[in-house]
Each structure stands twice: as C-alpha cells, then as structure tokens.
C-alpha cells in the first residue's frame, strides 16, 4: 500500500476506555506509523503524570498543555495519533486534527467502557470522584458520554465501536476505511 492510498495521519478520538491507545498502537504496527500518544507527551513535557497534573495545576493548565501537544503532532506525517478523551472539547485542537488527516472516533458502549476503566479510575481525575461504586460510575460515564458526544461527532470522519471487539480487528477495519476514506478524499 503506498501512502497516497492512505491520509497523512490517522487520528483516534473518544472517551476514556475506547480503546485508542491499544489500537492505536496495533494500527501503527500494521501500517509501519509512528504511534504518538498526546498523554505520553503532556506527561513527559510537564515531569508529571496526568493525575499529578490535574491535582496541582488543575484541568484548565492540562488542557492548554494538551493543546500544545495535539498542535506538535498535527504537523507531522504518518502518525497514529491518540488523544486524551477531552482533547477535541477545545475547537482548536478538533481542527488540528481534522487537518493533519483522518479523525476516527473510536466508542464503546458505556457498560463496556466502565468495565474497561474502573479498575483504574482513581488513576483518571475525571473518574476518580465517581470511583466509589459502579453504579455511580456508570451515571458519571453517561453524563460525560452525553457532554462529549456533540464534540466527538463534529471532530470525526469516521466512527468505529470498539465494545465487544479484539483490538487487531478494529485496527484492521480503521485501516481498511482510511484507505478508502482517503482514496474518495483526493
């Protein structure tokens, strides 16, 4: 496949849980890209890990660090790129990526999405309030599925569910979709 049959980057958008960086790096590997994961930057920029970032300089100082780091990777070339679940919430960042190629949102089922993170989500700042109990869990993952949506759906060319899917399967349809994506995008 040469890389006209593909756009510049691939970027993979959506909530937390959906699967865009174990994707993201199995695409990259099938398409030999580079895999950038805008978290990784932030965290690596700042010395910090992200629930140290949101704790001591709270969202807004995140996401304008967040903002750099999707504006340093939209310029580059045969990237997959994953992005923080909040990352197109700032329309500047929705652009980058829409420019630099293909934006893919990637979703999950909210009971899907809640299995896959509450392990965790007092390792995610915007779950760790409603770590507590599943149930509230699934209530705070609703409501933030309903404030994203709008944002997820304006930033995308393409939507792809992840739940009940192994990830190679959902690599390999992105790829095949970004190739014809691109090839009706000439």
Do not use: C
């Not at 997959?80 to 679940?85: E, L």
């Not at 944002?151 to 992105?174: G, K, M």
Request: hydrophobic letters at 45%; glycine letters at 8%.
């Amino acid at each position: 496949m040469s890389m006209k049959d593909l756009p510049p980057n691939i970027s993979l958008i959506g909530f937390m849980g959906s699967g865009k960086t174990t994707v993201g790096r199995l695409l990259a590997r099938r398409l030999g890209w580079r895999f950038v994961d805008t978290d990784e930057i932030v965290s690596r920029t700042a010395g910090k890990p992200i629930p140290v970032l949101f704790a001591e300089e709270g969202e807004e100082d995140f996401r304008a660090r967040e903002t750099q780091a999707v504006h340093g990777v939209a310029v580059g070339a045969e990237q997959v790129i994953a992005t923080g679940g909040g990352a197109v919430l700032r329309p500047e960042n929705a652009t980058a990526l829409r420019s630099a190629g293909l934006v893919v949102w990637l979703t999950a089922r909210p009971e899907v999405v809640v299995a896959r993170t509450a392990r965790r989500a007092a390792e995610r700042p915007l779950l760790a309030r409603a770590a507590e109990g599943a149930d509230d869990l699934l209530a705070h993952v609703l409501r933030m599925l309903g404030e994203r949506g709008p944002a997820y759906q304006a930033a995308s060319h393409l939507i792809v569910d992840t739940s009940d899917r192994p990830p190679h399967a959902v690599a390999a349809e992105i790829e095949r979709r970004a190739t014809r994506w691109a090839r009706q995008s000439r």
